[in-house]
């Protein structure tokens, strides 16, 4: 019994029993609590339970774990909202789709569990990892890491920026939920604009570049022309204002 069936349940055997009143009240909170127990467990997956899960194509993974826990090693195709960074997390939930569900895990289950809850109260369909990445690799189930990459130097990033011509910079992460949802629109604006050079900047690792551009929001685009900053914006914006910053 799954979601609104077994809620639809639940409310019809707390009216009956309530108001026929056939049932001593502290048996009847008794009974209700073990049904709500059960309809949580139904959410809480163990280890190869949650792989299964996110296996369908429509499943979001959410990791909410710090960003030095994240680069530890993560869940494949896991993206990254911190439930301790209250207000970013909320900004990054954002650009999750309601129509599909979600699948959150922590290190342990204690920030997922609570990460969980929020996203419900939000109205989004959630299910969690028990044990976290903790009972995920006892398990040794898959982990991704994007391993040594070396990072970027502003040395590096100065001699890009000074070529000739447009460069867009984007300084965001594959893990970020709303630098995913803007990937279309990047993809999109520069195959229509082939004179646009482009330079990712990795908001995990290149952090010596994202602390001298003073970046505190993901994404970030800044646009050059001939080596000198004519346009910046932050967050999720739409193909016109990339249009119109290339006009300027």
């Not at 502003?154 to 995913?180: M, T």
């Not at 993901?218 to 910053?245: C, R």
Request: proline content about 2%; charged content about 25%.
């Amino acid at each position: 019994m799954h979601g609104v069936t077994l809620d639809l349940f639940v409310f019809l055997f707390f009216y009956k029993l309530m108001f026929m009143k056939r049932m001593p009240y502290i048996y009847l909170l008794f009974l209700l609590s073990s049904l709500f127990a059960c309809a949580q467990k139904e959410t809480v997956l163990n280890s190869s339970e949650f792989s299964s899960f996110i296996s369908k194509e429509n499943v979001q993974v959410l990791d909410v774990r710090t960003a030095e826990e994240f680069e530890t090693g993560y869940i494949k195709n896991a993206m990254l909202a911190d439930w301790n960074q209250t207000e970013e997390f909320k900004r990054r939930i954002t650009s999750l789709d309601k129509s599909k569900p979600v699948a959150v895990y922590c290190l342990a289950g204690g920030r997922s569990a609570k990460a969980a809850a929020f996203l419900k109260s939000e109205g989004f369909q959630v299910v969690e990892l028990a044990g976290g990445m903790n009972a995920w690799n006892k398990a040794q189930m898959e982990v991704e890491n994007a391993g040594k990459v070396a990072e970027m130097t502003l040395v590096e990033y100065e001699n890009r920026i000074k070529s000739q011509g447009w460069v867009l910079v984007d300084v965001g992460a594959k893990w970020c939920p709303p630098c995913r949802q803007m990937e279309p629109i990047v993809t999109d604006f520069l195959g229509k604009n082939s004179e646009v050079q482009f330079l990712m900047v990795d908001g995990g690792k290149d952090k010596s570049v994202t602390r001298a551009l003073n970046v505190e929001v993901m994404p970030t685009f800044i646009l050059y022309k001939d080596g000198v900053k004519v346009w910046t914006a932050s967050g999720i914006i739409d193909a016109e204002e990339f249009d119109n910053a290339l006009k300027k």
